[in-house]
């Protein structure tokens, strides 16, 4: 059975740091470009990070860039997103998506697997 499971939300004061974990099982992430995407509470889903399946190239949204990183561990199958200088507008609920499209960007559509979301909270 396919499946992604995030892990590693949690409560963070502005500043701080989380690094969240995307794992796979019933498939291998090697084949697949990985997306990080978020909700926030009355807002709308928006993208935050993938990562091609094809090749090293990465995309972050303007509101992360140089903040975020997200990478592979294929030993592991599993993605993560570090993320750093958290600030409170990062609050939302974070999901990876798998896509078979070798750039798929952060359109959401072409994502055909999704997990169930980790929140996380920016506050002091």
């Known amino acids: 059975q396919v499946q992604l499971v995030e892990s590693g939300g949690g409560l963070v004061q502005p500043g701080g740091s989380l690094r969240l974990s995307c794992a796979a099982s019933?498939?291998?992430?090697?084949?697949?470009?990985i997306g990080w995407f978020r909700q926030a509470p009355g807002k709308e889903r928006e993208g935050v990070s993938c990562?091609?399946?094809?090749?090293?190239?990465?995309y972050y949204a303007d509101s992360v860039k140089g903040r975020f990183t997200i990478s592979r561990d294929n030993a592991k199958n599993t993605v993560y997103l570090q993320m750093n200088s958290l600030k409170p507008e990062d609050t939302a609920v974070y999901y990876c998506?798998?896509?078979?499209?070798?750039?798929?960007?952060?359109?959401?559509?072409?994502?055909?697997?999704w997990g169930q979301g980790t929140e996380v909270t920016v506050s002091s």
């Open positions: 990562s091609s399946s094809s090749d090293a190239s990465t």
């Open positions: 019933g498939f291998t992430l090697d084949y697949y470009a």
């Open positions: 998506a798998a896509s078979s499209w070798r750039h798929p960007g952060v359109e959401g559509d072409r994502y055909e697997y």
